[in-house]
């Protein structure tokens, strides 16, 4: 199956009552996985971070994200209510000290954001604890991106790559789909697409376009606040995509073979046409495309492809109104 992830963010605003309501939402849509961010305002931030959006009453960015801060027992009791109803839980860390923590809440792999790409600190922190990563490319040119595949190949971390565009809203235009490949010929890893589109066509062409991983905002109401709100799915928008791409999915791994037909031989009887005559035609008539009609089921006259080789041909007897038409008919 496709790995979905449905992406949380800061939508629970703070409230550890919401997060947990999120994590029971998301079960209910076969989400592969729900994902939070873990920030410590402290540690990531200060107080002269600006706003990318007005979208807070808080003072600050700082202040913002201090508000969506949880303790270490709160990420644990998330951590658990995610296997209780199994789904895999992550978080990407946007600090050393939140790497620490979530090696604490226990993970097994991590998401680093398109912010982080090249924040190496921290990619050599996550790089320690050995586990797998999921990069998202949203603000980095391939040169960018090769130097931090340069450095994760050296600390033989397992990684894969999404394609990203850092838009909120993303419009159609700037989806970049045609990255999917080109990523996954240049890197030779599994790739996926992070989508904020509010839309469900971006993953569905995705995947479609070899995608194995999608990431997607999700939240309860797109009137919401927060700053993701308008680029996030509904939980009933999420439950139609993952149904379509898991289809997709199945559909990618059985090709058909055009060259053989077999299974359709009892169908191709019923839907396939013989030859017959549109007229009463006399003996001794000479057949032309005009005479000619085509009739089902097949096998009760000659073959509507081989209508070519009667034309010209002489009735041996008289023949009525849609009649079919048979080699015995003619010479």
């Keep these: 199956m496709i790995f979905t992830i449905a992406e949380i963010a800061q939508a629970h605003e703070g409230s550890i ?68 109803v199994e789904l895999e839980f992550m978080s990407s860390p946007f600090s ?21 790409v090249n924040n190496f600190v921290l990619l050599e922190k996550i790089a320690q604890t050995g586990k797998p990563v999921i990069v998202s490319s949203g603000m980095s040119s391939f040169e960018e991106l090769d130097a931090t595949v340069q450095f994760l190949k050296e600390r033989n971390v397992a990684y894969s790559i999404l394609q990203c565009t850092t838009s909120y809203p993303t419009k159609p235009i700037q989806f970049g789909l045609n990255v999917l490949q080109e990523l996954k010929d240049k890197y030779n ?11 469900i066509e971006a993953c569905i062409s995705a995947t479609a376009l070899g995608a194995e991983i ?5 939240v309860f109401d797109k009137n919401s606040k ?10 009933d928008e999420v439950s139609m995509l993952v149904k379509a791409v898991n289809n997709i999915d199945i559909a990618l791994k059985n090709p058909i073979d055009k060259n053989d037909n077999s299974q359709f031989s009892d169908l191709k009887q019923i839907f396939e046409k013989s030859l017959a005559i549109n007229k009463d035609l006399p003996k001794g008539h000479v057949l032309s495309f005009s005479d000619l009609e085509t009739k089902k089921p097949k096998g009760f006259g000659i073959l509507a492809s081989n209508y070519q080789k009667v034309i010209g041909k002489k009735l041996k007897k008289d023949l009525q109104q849609w009649s079919f038409l048979n080699e015995t008919d003619i010479t």
């Excluded at 209910?28 to 961010?37: H, P, V």
């Design 17 to 84: 009552a919401l997060a947990h309501k999120y994590i029971d939402a998301v079960a209910k849509t076969g989400c592969s996985a729900i994902k939070f961010q873990t920030h410590i305002a402290s540690a990531e931030s200060s107080i002269h971070e600006p706003f990318r959006i007005r979208f807070s009453e808080d003072k600050t960015r700082f202040d913002y994200w201090k508000r969506m801060e949880f303790s270490l027992e709160q990420w644990k009791e998330l951590k658990q209510h995610c296997d209780d």
């Design 96 to 116: 050393n000290k939140a790497v620490d923590l979530l090696e604490e809440v226990g993970v097994k792999r991590y998401k680093v954001g398109s912010g982080e």
């Design 189 to 199: 890893v599994p790739v996926g697409f992070s989508d904020h589109s509010s839309t």
């Design 214 to 218: 999608l990431e997607f905002h999700v």
């Design 226 to 235: 927060g700053p993701d709100a308008t680029s996030s799915l509904t939980f």
